[in-house]
Nanobody
Framework: QVQLVESGGGLVQTGGSLRLSCAAS????????VAWFRQVMGKEREFVAG???????SYSDFVKGRCAISRDNAKNMVYLQMSSLKPEDTAVYYC????????????????WGQGTQVTVST
């Protein structure tokens, strides 16, 4: 059974850091692109960062310089290191996977995790 499971969310103060993890099971996702999206209740889901099957990375402008996405194919893991967090980063963060290349469009992804809550306090 193909599964993505996020972890690492939590409550952090403004300016703090978190590392989110996305664990894949049920398949070898080496050739899959993995992206992080986030969503605030009542708002549209938005692309945060992505890493392709070839490990090319891309970021949204609002996290550039504050986030780093990486992958460990041996462990079937993708990570999102976030720093200098702001209250507006508060959201549920989801990881998603699709074949090879990243996309900022969430509806092009085949697999999704259940999400992990990130809350940044003032």
């Amino acid at each position: 059974q193909v599964q993505l499971v996020e972890s690492g969310g939590g409550l952090v103060q403004t300016g703090g850091s978190l590392r989110l993890s996305c664990a894949a099971s049920g398949w070898n996702f080496r050739n899959y692109a993995v992206a992080w999206f986030r969503q605030v209740m009542g708002k549209e889901r938005e692309f945060v960062a992505g890493i392709s099957g070839g490990s090319y990375t891309s970021y949204s402008d609002f996290v550039k310089g504050r986030c780093a996405i990486s992958r460990d194919n041996a462990k079937n893991m993708v990570y999102l290191q976030m720093s200098s967090l702001k209250p507006e980063d508060t959201a549920v963060y989801y990881c998603a996977a699709r074949w090879m290349t990243t996309s900022t469009r969430g509806n092009t992804y085949d697999y999704w995790g259940q999400g992990t809550q990130v809350t940044v306090s003032t």
